[in-house]
Nanobody, 124 residues
């Protein structure tokens, strides 16, 4: 079982930036695609961004394309999500996810392990 620990959430004003980080247990990190998902109150968990095991391939949800950037460092077993120009609708609990293969996990059915989540609140 992959252990995933997120950090970096918090409160930010609209238009601001946050950087989320996820550290995974070394043994299970490098062969697998990694992703970020989010869940707002009363809504289903949704895909945000994902990256392949090599880092060469990325996927983004339409609503974050151009504002969010996912990256990974296989030497440090980390995957980060840089979030710029944040909007109130980005408010949610953000979850780090490990995929079931080397491709970017672009949906919840492709996730085999979840982190505990970190709260992001965008409000003035």
């Amino acid at each position: 079982q992959v252990q995933l620990v997120e950090s970096g959430g918090g409160l930010v004003q609209p238009g601001g930036s946050l950087r989320l980080s996820c550290e995974a247990s070394r043994r299970f990190f490098s062969p697998y695609g990694m992703g970020w998902f989010r869940q707002a109150p009363g809504k289903e968990r949704e895909f945000v961004a994902a990256v392949s095991s090599t880092g060469r391939s990325t996927l983004y949800a339409d609503g974050v394309q151009g504002r969010f950037t996912i990256s990974r460092d296989n030497a440090k077993n980390t995957v980060d999500l840089q979030m710029n120009n944040l909007k109130p609708e980005d408010t949610a609990v953000y979850y780090c996810a490990a995929g079931d293969g080397g491709e970017p996990p672009g949906s919840t059915v492709r996730v085999r392990s979840w982190g505990q989540g970190t709260q992001v609140t965008v409000s003035s």
